[in-house]
């Protein structure tokens, strides 16, 4: 079974800082790793898609890195600002009980402050 | 390019009560997920639909919950009774197909209370 999870729950950070937030997975056969962002009463915006066979993506201000082997992604924020505020959840998705699917972490919810 | 609707937004209910939560996705998309977000946790998956058929409903509690896809446009999914424990944001999501790397596009969610 796969099992995503996402420390810190929470995050505050004072604005211009470089951040990290991590992301862990116990089943590394996965297809690939997403990072998402949730604003308030909103729904999930892709971020950011990295593959298996990929070591990071950039856009950005935001950096992912994965390492598909110790099961873990990192999601690197430069300079951040008050609207980078958000819950920043990641994804894996991979074959569970024969199907395709996207697991979730539970989330990292960030605070900027000006 | 409209995003995926949802309605309503906010819905509050007693417990043993139904209620119905409506979707339209981006048009053109083939894939549609219900997914459902309790405080403090990530979505999990309650039902994804390929066109208008059930492709995975692996964790939709069948004996209360229900959905369908008609015409294999619109969606909606369906609590009858609704009991404590639903209290959550729906989410809907769609996608042009199921390849891996398809990129899913959510909607703003229905908060429901059950009371």
């Known amino acids: 079974k796969q099992e995503v999870t996402q420390i810190p729950a929470a995050l505050s950070v004072p604005e211009g800082e470089n951040l990290v937030l991590n992301c862990s997975f116990t089943d590394s056969a996965i297809y690939n790793l997403q990072w998402f962002r949730q604003d308030p009463g909103k729904g999930l915006t892709s971020l950011l898609l990295?593959?298996?066979?990929?070591r990071e993506q950039t856009s950005g201000r935001l950096n992912a890195s994965l390492d598909k082997s110790s099961g873990r992604s990192t999601l690197y924020i430069a300079a951040s600002q008050p609207g980078d505020s958000a819950t920043y959840l990641c994804?894996?998705?991979?074959?569970?009980?024969?199907?395709?699917?996207?697991?979730f972490g539970q989330g990292t919810r960030l605070t900027i402050n000006p | 390019e409209a995003g995926v609707a949802q309605s309503p937004r906010y819905k509050i209910i007693e417990k043993r009560q139904s209620v119905a939560f409506w979707c339209n996705p981006i048009?053109?998309?083939?894939?549609l997920y219900w997914y459902q977000q309790i405080l403090g946790q990530g979505p999990k998956l309650l039902i994804q639909f390929q066109n208008n058929g059930v492709v995975d409903d692996s964790q939709l509690p069948k004996d209360r919950f229900s959905a369908e896809r008609l015409k294999g446009v619109d969606s909606t999914l369906k609590i009858q009774p609704a009991k404590l424990e639903d209290s959550a944001v729906y989410l809907c999501a769609s996608s042009l197909g199921v390849g891996r790397s398809e990129k899913l596009f959510f909607g703003s969610g229905t908060q429901l209370s059950v009371l």
């Open positions: 990295i593959q298996s066979s990929q």
């Open positions: 048009s053109g998309h083939a894939t």
């Open positions: 994804a894996v998705r991979g074959i569970i009980q024969g199907a395709q699917k996207l697991v």
